[in-house]
């Protein structure tokens, strides 16, 4: 199967996977504070993997199928927003290794609030740029 039929087959939007995403991942957050075998933790943890791939696809057609100015100002909030993240994990790092942050404070699951406020800062630069 070529990949443009694979795409094809994908859901164009990525509203229902992202929902479905949302929902796995509440539940597995949820699951994965009880006393569960560490098996069954793990296929928890991977449940809301696949929902987000799904809704990363829709992500990716959606932005495809934009005009040009809109896909130039995706583009510059991801430059944006990537460099920021690297900017924000090398900085928790080095501060881990210099004081300890509390896992409970600072792990990677409080990192991915970040990624969206960086990406939305870099949709509102962009936009304001083309305004």
């Known amino acids: 199967m070529t990949q443009d039929r ?3 087959r994908l859901p164009a939007s990525p509203l229902v996977p ?7 991942y509440v539940g597995a957050r949820l699951a994965l504070e ?4 560490p098996r069954i933790r793990l296929i928890i943890a991977l449940g809301p993997v696949v929902p987000f791939m799904l809704a990363l696809a ?9 005009d040009e100015l809109h ?7 991801l430059a944006i ?11 928790l790092g080095l501060l881990d290794l210099a004081v300890g942050l509390s896992p409970d404070d600072w792990s990677y699951r409080h990192i991915l609030p970040f ?3 960086f990406y939305a800062f870099g949709l509102w ?7």
Do not use: C, N, S
């Open 71 to 77: 896909r130039r100002v995706h583009l510059e909030a």
């Open 81 to 91: 927003a990537f460099p920021l993240t690297l900017l924000l994990i090398m900085t």
């Open 18 to 24: 992202g929902i479905l995403w949302g929902l796995t």
């Open 6 to 8: 694979l795409l094809d």
């Open 34 to 37: 009880l006393d569960l075998p």
């Open 125 to 131: 630069r962009g936009w304001k740029r083309y305004q």
């Open 58 to 66: 829709g992500v990716v057609r959606a932005i495809g199928a934009l």
């Open 115 to 117: 990624l969206v406020i």
